[in-house]
């Protein structure tokens, strides 16, 4: 019983962290899997897919967060580091705690696949300025 609450409140916790720092409409998130791993932290693993002209908004992570491009095209902004244009295929990864955005590049909808191990006790996004 217990396992099922924390499984609700981690796919919860994926699907408002969306709504906390994305700028635009349109953005969907799907929750795939939690795991409480390693000690003091959490795997999420989750799809997000915007449309075209969208952005997930400036935000950070209370840990990595690494990922795949399943479709379209993205510009991946990190503070600190040149811009990069990401295309199905490729992966990435986003250090602890960096500014960063993703922006859809180009006529057509993006899909990726992230993965996030963050700290347990924070919220998986938090909005940035």
């Not at 997930?56 to 811009?83: F, K, S």
């Not at 986003?94 to 347990?120: E, F, Q, R, T």
């Amino acid at each position: 019983m217990i396992r099922k609450i924390v499984l609700g409140l981690g796919v919860m916790s994926f699907a408002l962290a969306g709504a906390a720092f994305a700028q635009q409409g349109g953005i969907k998130r799907t929750p795939l899997q939690k795991v409480e791993f390693p000690d003091g932290y959490v795997t999420v693993t989750g799809l997000a897919e915007l449309p075209p002209g969208a952005a997930a908004g400036r935000h950070t992570h209370p840990g990595i967060e690494t990922g795949y491009v399943l479709e379209g095209e993205l510009n991946l902004e990190i503070d600190g580091q040149p811009a990069k244009l990401l295309k199905p295929g490729d992966s990435y990864q986003i250090p602890a705690g960096a500014v960063h955005d993703a922006k859809v590049h180009g006529d057509k909808s993006m899909k990726v696949l992230g993965v996030y191990v963050v700290d347990k006790t924070k919220p998986l996004a938090s909005p940035a300025k």
